[in-house]
């Protein structure tokens, strides 16, 4: 009879160090993982040790909305060992968006904030801030970026 074998926890701090790059430097560690390597990372979950210093950057109210927490609960995220996947795929699709957003405007952070608190005709009058806890509303973003780097700025 063959020993089960338990899996291997991988080390989660090459995600805190993937989402802290996304967020305050000028180059992302993304190209350093693996696809396998990352899916993995996700399905065990970054430690809430992160979110402290990912809202120094991204605000608060955002990552609350995209993670699905609340005010009263948020906090609490931040002691957790490890967040839910759904948690930890959002915040690697916000972190990725936000990296983008930066890079878009030179590492600009206060014209990234200002960017984002403007309410746009190109999303019916909404801000890309009201958009960005959504996957769709990421993509949305996404495809405006694109447009806005051949010229478009709708």
């Given at each position: 009879?063959?020993?089960?074998?338990?899996?291997?926890?991988?080390?989660?701090?090459?995600?805190?160090?993937?989402?802290?790059?996304?967020?305050?430097?000028?180059?992302?560690?993304?190209?350093?993982?693996?696809?396998?390597?990352?899916?993995?990372?996700?399905?065990?979950?970054?430690?809430?040790?992160?979110?402290?210093?990912?809202?120094?950057?991204?605000?608060?109210?955002?990552?609350?909305?995209?993670?699905?927490?609340?005010?009263?609960?948020?906090?609490?995220?931040?002691?957790?060992?490890?967040?839910?996947?759904?948690?930890?795929?959002?915040?690697?699709?916000?972190?990725?968006?936000?990296?983008?957003?930066?890079?878009?405007?030179?590492?600009?952070?206060?014209m990234v904030n200002q960017?984002?608190?403007?309410?746009?005709?190109?999303f019916d009058g909404a801000?890309?801030?009201?958009?960005?806890?959504s996957q769709e509303g990421?993509?949305?973003?996404?495809?405006?970026?694109?447009?806005?780097?051949?010229?478009?700025?709708?």
């Amino acid at each position: 009879m063959a020993a089960i074998k338990e899996p291997l926890e991988l080390d989660s701090s090459i995600l805190t160090q993937l989402f802290i790059s996304r967020v305050e430097d000028t180059k992302q560690m993304d190209s350093t993982v693996s696809p396998r390597m990352l899916i993995a990372l996700l399905a065990q979950g970054v430690g809430g040790d992160v979110l402290p210093t990912i809202i120094k950057y991204i605000p608060r109210s955002l990552v609350m909305r995209a993670i699905g927490s609340n005010p009263t609960n948020f906090s609490k995220l931040f002691h957790r060992k490890r967040l839910s996947k759904h948690q930890t795929e959002a915040l690697y699709s916000l972190t990725k968006l936000w990296a983008e957003l930066r890079e878009f405007f030179g590492w600009n952070d206060c014209m990234v904030n200002q960017w984002i608190n403007q309410h746009l005709p190109a999303f019916d009058g909404a801000s890309p801030l009201e958009l960005m806890s959504s996957q769709e509303g990421q993509e949305l973003i996404k495809r405006q970026l694109q447009a806005m780097r051949y010229g478009n700025f709708d």
